[in-house]
């Protein structure tokens, strides 16, 4: 059972946006504007999308997006792509003696 | 460019140790942390911990205190995790990324990773 917790599936068609929600409490994702998004491909390394709620690294696409409301962080990807299909999972800093604690990770497919 | 180059795989028997080395190059690598990540076949990611490349400060996942032991070498930019006493869950890919700064959450660059089985 992961920490926060993530839809196991989402879905869209080309062009369309999505949201994937990462749930946590006021221990981690509502505590911290330290909340960090990464995409995986299957047998591939994890790759920054998002950091500090809302932040994209250089080089990531604006296509995605990070908010945060409460204990709730959500990664938005909109004109979506076959190249987004992918694993998703949320990360957050928590206050418990882990520090850092992922989402169950969400599987985006591309229809 | 900026890469982090790990071990190769490796194959252990329950009780024994694995310690999987972490190569960086193409920026300063006394500026930013390390931290190490696994994944279980088929599963999530799961944090294991952090180490300042600058002092060697390390912070550890409770559920392994006693059992990893983070390390760094300046000399040769050169990260490693060291884990003792194995257990066949302990069978994962071990990844080590560069931490910004600022946020120990936040991790940027990935090794390939290193695939670590235990079995008898």
């Known amino acids: 059972q992961s920490a926060l917790t993530q839809p196991a599936s989402v879905s869209g068609s080309p062009g369309q946006s999505i949201t994937i929600s990462c749930t946590g409490t006021?221990?981690?994702?509502?505590?911290?504007?330290?909340v960090s998004w990464y995409q995986q491909h299957p047998g591939k390394a994890p790759k920054l999308m998002i950091y500090?709620?809302?932040n994209r690294p250089s080089g990531v696409s604006n296509r995605f997006s990070g908010s945060k409301s409460g204990n709730t962080a959500s990664l938005t990807i909109s004109g979506l792509q076959a190249e987004d299909e992918a694993d998703y999972y949320c990360?957050?800093?928590?206050?418990?003696?882990?520090?850092?604690?992922f989402g169950g990770g969400t599987k985006l497919t591309v229809l | 460019q900026v890469q982090l180059v790990q071990s190769g795989a490796e194959v252990k028997k329950p009780g024994a140790s694995v310690k999987v080395s972490c190569k960086a190059s193409?920026?300063?690598?006394?500026?930013?942390?390390i931290s190490w990540v696994r994944q279980a076949p088929g599963q999530g990611l799961e944090w294991m911990g952090w180490?300042?490349?600058?002092?060697?400060?390390?912070n550890y996942a409770q559920k392994l205190q006693g059992r990893v032991t983070m390390t760094t070498d300046t000399s040769t930019s050169t990260a490693y995790m060291e884990l003792r006493s194995l257990r066949s869950d302990d069978t994962a890919v071990y990844y080590c990324?560069?931490?910004?700064?600022?946020?120990?959450?936040?991790?940027?660059?990935w090794g390939q990773g290193t695939m670590v089985t235990v079995s008898s």
């Open positions: 990324a560069r931490t910004l700064p600022i946020d120990l959450n936040a991790f940027d660059i």
């Open positions: 193409g920026y300063t690598f006394t500026s930013y942390g």
């Open positions: 180490i300042s490349a600058y002092n060697g400060n390390t």
């Open positions: 006021s221990s981690d994702v509502g505590g911290y504007n330290y």
């Open positions: 500090e709620v809302s």
């Open positions: 990360s957050s800093y928590t206050s418990s003696s882990t520090h850092v604690v």
